[in-house]
């Protein structure tokens, strides 16, 4: 392989097919999926992947018994082949809604849990002055929100950042906090019950966010903090929604943003039980990658969270 390639070289030789094959082969890791996944045969697949690794000097992929794994040159070159592929996805879309007389695209990355009031008045309001605007909103938890803006899959997100260190990589500015409440269904045994403590709750099921969500990691420090082991009966769910419809159809206690629960509180279709948890729950806010001048119709969307953020936190 040649070991001394200039960029002139990878723009020569490179193609958004050869990105597209490596993405694949990054999420099937293996040839005859990626290859199918592509639309092109196993043996173009093959001759592909050598001439993107002649083109580089160095391996992409190890070939072995678990089938194909990222050398570590790899893995920082498929991050590049990802965030390409993303921009040009946007690229396309916003020109195809040119060529269709509309406005441009805004892909939004968005913790469901976090005011989702504001959430949607902002974008109520965006698409009522912009109805041509291609407006995408995508995620649950704020890990995934964040791999969302690390991919460039998202113009912007409302989360949370969820590791010290990445504040290197993405701007934050804080918009709300947001009180927790421990619900259940409204024809729960322990409806109407005081006084309760977490004690008395790890013995039942319950439904709670990914490990690696800010709001579960808050959930297991308050465990650690009252000397309690984690409930052995456990739904992990990343979705909003999903978790309301096992709430309801369950004995299953959960602990979600007091937004996301306010209108099934009123509709009495859930209950609040009385204990206080999530206090130190860190606010939420916009986050954006560093040094990056975002579009006319991102910074208007920032403009109307900020508008819904501060008129939620007065009505408060």
């Given at each position: 392989?040649?070991?001394?390639?200039?960029?002139?070289?990878?723009?020569?030789?490179?193609?958004?097919?050869?990105?597209?094959?490596?993405?694949?082969?990054?999420?099937?890791?293996?040839?005859?999926?990626?290859?199918?996944?592509?639309?092109?045969?196993?043996?173009?697949?093959?001759?592909?992947?050598?001439?993107?690794?002649?083109?580089?000097?160095?391996?992409?992929?190890?070939?072995?018994?678990?089938?194909?794994?990222?050398?570590?040159?790899?893995?920082?070159?498929?991050?590049?082949?990802?965030?390409?592929l993303a921009d040009l996805t946007r690229f396309?879309?916003?020109?195809?809604?040119?060529?269709?007389?509309?406005?441009?695209?805004?892909?939004?990355?968005?913790?469901?849990?976090?005011?989702?009031?504001?959430?949607?008045?902002?974008?109520?309001?965006?698409?009522?002055?912009?109805?041509?605007?291609?407006?995408?909103?995508?995620?649950?938890?704020?890990?995934?929100?964040?791999?969302?803006?690390?991919?460039?899959?998202?113009?912007?997100?409302?989360?949370?950042?969820?590791?010290?260190?990445?504040?290197?990589?993405?701007?934050?500015?804080?918009?709300?906090?947001?009180?927790?409440?421990?619900?259940?269904?409204?024809?729960?045994?322990?409806?109407?019950?005081?006084?309760?403590?977490?004690?008395?709750?790890?013995a039942w099921p319950w439904v709670l966010q990914?490990?690696?969500?800010?709001?579960?990691?808050?959930?297991?420090?308050?465990?650690?903090?009252?000397?309690?082991?984690?409930?052995?009966?456990?739904?992990?769910?990343?979705?909003?929604?999903?978790?309301?419809?096992?709430?309801?159809?369950?004995?299953?206690?959960?602990?979600?943003?007091?937004?996301?629960?306010?209108?099934?509180?009123?509709?009495?279709?859930?209950?609040?039980?009385?204990?206080?948890?999530?206090?130190?729950?860190?606010?939420?806010?916009?986050?954006?990658?560093?040094?990056?001048?975002?579009?006319?119709?991102?910074?208007?969307?920032?403009?109307?969270?900020?508008?819904?953020?501060?008129?939620?936190?007065?009505?408060?």
């Amino acid at each position: 392989m040649n070991e001394n390639v200039s960029p002139l070289a990878l723009v020569n030789r490179l193609k958004f097919k050869h990105l597209a094959l490596l993405v694949a082969l990054d999420d099937a890791r293996n040839l005859h999926q990626a290859a199918d996944a592509i639309n092109v045969a196993q043996p173009s697949a093959s001759r592909m992947l050598s001439d993107i690794e002649e083109a580089f000097g160095f391996l992409l992929f190890e070939r072995n018994a678990r089938g194909m794994q990222p050398t570590p040159l790899g893995t920082a070159t498929l991050a590049y082949a990802r965030r390409s592929l993303a921009d040009l996805t946007r690229f396309a879309a916003d020109l195809d809604s040119k060529r269709r007389g509309g406005h441009g695209q805004l892909t939004v990355g968005a913790i469901m849990g976090a005011a989702p009031d504001v959430l949607a008045m902002a974008v109520t309001e965006l698409k009522s002055e912009r109805p041509l605007l291609n407006v995408r909103i995508l995620g649950e938890t704020s890990d995934q929100v964040v791999q969302l803006l690390h991919r460039r899959e998202v113009d912007l997100a409302l989360g949370r950042l969820t590791t010290p260190l990445q504040h290197n990589d993405f701007d934050f500015e804080p918009l709300a906090r947001e009180a927790m409440r421990l619900v259940v269904r409204a024809s729960h045994s322990l409806a109407g019950k005081a006084p309760l403590s977490l004690d008395s709750l790890i013995a039942w099921p319950w439904v709670l966010q990914p490990i690696t969500s800010p709001a579960r990691g808050l959930f297991e420090e308050e465990l650690a903090r009252a000397g309690l082991s984690s409930p052995s009966n456990v739904v992990e769910c990343a979705s909003i929604f999903a978790t309301l419809q096992l709430l309801q159809n369950s004995d299953a206690v959960a602990m979600l943003p007091e937004s996301v629960v306010r209108d099934y509180l009123r509709a009495h279709l859930l209950i609040e039980l009385p204990i206080e948890i999530g206090k130190s729950l860190s606010g939420f806010g916009l986050l954006r990658r560093k040094h990056e001048t975002l579009s006319e119709p991102a910074e208007y969307f920032i403009a109307l969270l900020r508008k819904y953020s501060a008129a939620s936190l007065t009505a408060g």
